[in-house]
C-alpha cells in the first residue's frame, strides 16, 4: 500500500502513489502541478510518514503554505522537511527517510545537468528509493529542460501524471493525461479536472477533446 491519491475523481483511476516508486508530475505555467505535490505530502505526513521536500522556493514560504493548506494541523511541523537548494546532481542524501520525497521543480533544479547525468541521478535514486521504501514525487516544468533530458525522466520515471491548461470558448479548460503508471496502465483520454487555489477535483462525465 502506498500513499493515497486524495483528489475526489482521480482517486478512483489511480489509487496510490506506490510504496518506493518515482512518479512524475508533469505541468506547464500552471499551479495545479505544485499543489498536487503538496496535497501529497499532507496526505503522507497524515499517516506519520516523513514528508521532505526539496525546492528552489523560499523555505519559510513552503512552510507556511503547507502549515495554511493542512488547516494548521500540528504533525506538519513535527514531519515536514523542507530544503532549499539552487540546484542538486544527486538525490540520495535526501531519500534515505522512506515516507514521500517530493522535489519541486526538479527541472529547475537539474537545468545544468545533462541528459546523460539526470538518467545516473534518477537510476540511483530508483535504487535507493527501492532499498529504503521511499515514494519520490518529482515536479516538473514541461518545456524548461531539453526535449532529450524530459524524455530521460519520463522514461525512468514509474509513472507519469500531466496537468494540462489551454484556453476553450468558455475559459480555461484544465485536463489531466496518465501516460504510464507503476502498474503497467495507463489511462488514453484527456480527464477533465478543476482547481480554485485550494482543491483539485477530478470530473470524470465531463469529456475534453
Known sequence: MGIPIEVPGLD?????LGTGRVIVAESGADPAK????????LTAMKLKLPFTIV???????????????????????SELSVIEEDSVTTLEPFAGD???LAVDSF????LDLSGTRI??????????????????????????ADARS????AHLADGVIQFHAREGPEGLIRFLRVPKWTDGKFVD???YYSYDGNRIAVDLRRRVL
Open 12 to 16: 478512483t483511476i489511480l489509487p496510490d
Open 34 to 41: 505544485s499543489f498536487f505535490v503538496r496535497r501529497m505530502g
Open 55 to 77: 525546492t528552489s522556493r523560499d523555505r519559510e514560504e513552503v512552510q507556511e503554505m503547507m502549515l495554511r493548506e493542512s488547516g494548521a494541523q500540528p504533525w506538519v511541523e
Open 98 to 100: 522512506g515516507g514521500l
Open 107 to 110: 527541472s529547475f533544479l537539474t
Open 119 to 144: 538518467a545516473k541521478l534518477l537510476r540511483e535514486v530508483r535504487y535507493q528509493c527501492r532499498a529504503e521504501k521511499t515514494t519520490v514525487l518529482l515536479g516538473t516544468d514541461r518545456g524548461m
Open 150 to 153: 524530459e524524455a530521460v525522466a
Open 189 to 191: 483520454r484527456n480527464i
